[in-house]
């Protein structure tokens, strides 16, 4: 059974660039949540996926959107990156929103030059 | 402001010991709370959740939630060198939103 999985694993990126990182959810799972972690910090919470729609969304700008597909993998996308989007993006996939029992990919390291 | 507050450590408990880790939530409405184990470099993983007023028991591990203090717990009896690790808290808001703390790093010394 395959847990949730995330690519890609690292990648550089220059400031103003555009990024899109994936995301697999756990079998079962049709929730999908994003998280940005910085170095020392908790889980930021980005937005929540269901059904193909975002649920809910952190505080995050309009430069973070994402996409939801009906075999609900999942997309995040970021715009004109800044120096401070540098971070671990994690994906986190649940049984149905509205839970704190997350089960979560290995994340992608973003560093942004 | 909806907060979710961990004292960040480090904890420094001797192996064999029992390592506390507290937490306070800010949200009465809250329900439901969650640890999460967090290796260097790692992402993090459910190990413990709980809904209700009391103590809950893993394996070595047991949730103590008091809704009256807004005061969750985590303790690790038997503490190993594999224990050392970030330990972050989590509450599900009364809007339904998952809230964290910071976590607390825990080192285990052999």
């Known amino acids: 059974d395959a847990g949730v999985t995330q690519s890609p694993t690292h990648l550089i990126k220059t400031r103003g660039q555009q990024v899109t990182l994936r995301c697999s959810p756990k079998?079962?799972?049709?929730?999908v949540s994003w998280y940005q972690q910085a170095l020392g910090q908790g889980p930021q919470f980005i937005f929540q996926?269901?059904?193909?729609?975002?649920?809910q969304r952190g505080n995050f700008p309009d430069r973070f959107s994402g996409h939801q597909f009906p075999n609900y993998s999942s997309e995040l996308n970021v715009n004109a990156l800044l120096l401070g989007d540098s971070a671990l993006y994690l994906c986190?996939?649940?049984?149905?929103?509205?839970?704190?029992?997350?089960?979560f990919g290995e994340g992608s390291r973003l560093t942004v030059l | 402001q909806k907060e979710v507050e961990q004292n960040s450590g480090p904890l420094s408990v001797p192996e064999g010991a029992i390592a506390s880790l507290n937490c306070t939530y800010s949200?009465?409405?809250?329900?439901?709370f969650f640890w999460y184990r967090q290796y260097s470099g790692k992402s993090p993983e459910l190990i413990m959740f709980?809904?209700s007023n009391g103590d809950k028991e893993d394996g070595r591990f047991t949730a103590q939630l008091n809704k009256a203090s807004q005061y969750v717990s985590l303790l690790i009896r038997d503490s190993q060198p594999s224990d050392s690790a970030t330990y972050l808290c989590?509450?599900?808001?009364?809007?339904?939103?998952?809230?964290w703390g910071a976590g607390t790093k825990l080192i285990i010394k052999p």
């Open positions: 949200d009465r409405g809250s329900q439901s």
């Open positions: 709980i809904y």
């Open positions: 079998s079962g799972h049709d929730t």
């Open positions: 996926y269901y059904e193909e729609e975002e649920r």
């Open positions: 989590a509450a599900v808001d009364s809007n339904y939103q998952l809230i």
């Open positions: 986190a996939s649940s049984l149905r929103p509205n839970t704190g029992e997350l089960f």
